[in-house]
C-alpha cells in the first residue's frame, strides 16, 4: 500500500520554506496597503472616522487542523482517501491598517500570527500512523468592511498564509513536508465597544491545512 497527501502543500521546507511563506505573507500585505492608501478616504470635519487607522490585538478560539490522505494499493491500482481532523484550542495576534472608502466603506491589510490546535492522526494496521503536529502559522489578508451601524462593522478576508507542522511519519507517507501553504479567506463582524477598544468574531480558512473561529480584541491605536 502507497500512502500520499492527497492535495497540493508548499514544496519548501525548513527555513527555505519558513522563509518563503514569511516573504509571500509580507508582499500580498504591502501590495493592499499601497493600493488602500491610493484611495480616496472620507472624514467629515475632520474628526476621527469610525473603523479606520491602526490596530493591533490578542485571539483566542478553535483550530481545526487537517489533511487529506489517499491510499493506492498497488496491486490493483485502486484507490481511496479520506479527510482526518483534529479540533482544539488556539490563539494568537493581529496587526492591520484600515481605509475609510466614503462613510460605510473601509479596506485594509492586516497581519497575523497563530498557535495552538490538535493533531490530526490516521492510524494504520501493523501501528504505523501519520500525525500533523501544529507549530505555527502566519498569514496575510486584504480586508473589505461595511459598517452595519455605527459600531458595527461587517467584513471579508483574502490573502496568503501558511502553517508550519511537525509530522509524525511511521507510516511512510509520500509528499509530506514540514510546511502547508495557500490562499486564506474568512469573514467576521467586529463591534466597538470605545473609540480604541472593540471585540471581533473571526472566521478563516486556509486551504488544505486549517480553518479557525476566533474571539479577537482589536486595540486601535
Known amino acids: ?13 525548513g527555513v527555505a520554506g519558513e522563509n518563503a511563506v514569511i516573504a509571500r505573507t509580507a508582499s500580498f500585505c504591502a501590495i493592499i496597503v499601497v493600493a488602500a492608501a491610493a484611495t480616496p478616504g472620507f472624514a467629515a ?58 462613510r460605510r466603506v473601509r479596506i485594509g491589510a492586516e497581519v497575523g500570527w497563530g498557535i495552538g490546535g490538535d493533531a490530526p492522526v490516521a492510524h494504520f494496521s501493523g501501528g504505523t500512523r501519520y500525525a500533523r503536529h501544529p507549530q505555527w502559522g502566519v498569514r496575510g489578508t486584504g480586508r473589505l468592511g461595511y459598517m452595519l451601524t455605527e459600531r458595527l462593522l461587517g467584513y471579508g478576508t483574502f490573502g496568503y498564509g501558511g502553517y508550519r507542522y511537525r509530522d509524525d511519519n511511521s507510516a511512510g507517507v509520500t509528499n509530506a513536508q514540514a510546511w502547508a501553504s495557500s490562499f486564506t479567506v474568512g469573514a467576521g463582524a467586529e463591534y466597538r465597544l470605545s473609540t480604541r477598544l ?24
Not at 6 to 13: L, V
Not at 75 to 96: I, K
Request: with cysteine.
Open 1 to 13: 500500500m502507497l500512502l500520499a497527501l492527497g492535495q497540493a502543500r508548499d514544496s519548501s521546507c
Open 45 to 102: 470635519n475632520g474628526r476621527a472616522v469610525a473603523f479606520t487607522g491602526a490596530y493591533a490585538g490578542p485571539e483566542l478560539g478553535a483550530h481545526e487542523h487537517h489533511f487529506y490522505l489517499r491510499e493506492t494499493n498497488l496491486a490493483t491500482g485502486a484507490q481511496r482517501g479520506r479527510y482526518y481532523r483534529a479540533w482544539g484550542v488556539g490563539g494568537g495576534a493581529f496587526a492591520g491598517y484600515q481605509f475609510p472608502v466614503g
Open 198 to 221: 472593540g471585540i471581533r468574531l473571526d472566521f478563516r480558512h486556509l486551504d488544505n491545512s486549517m480553518s479557525q473561529i476566533l474571539v479577537g480584541i482589536p486595540i486601535q491605536f
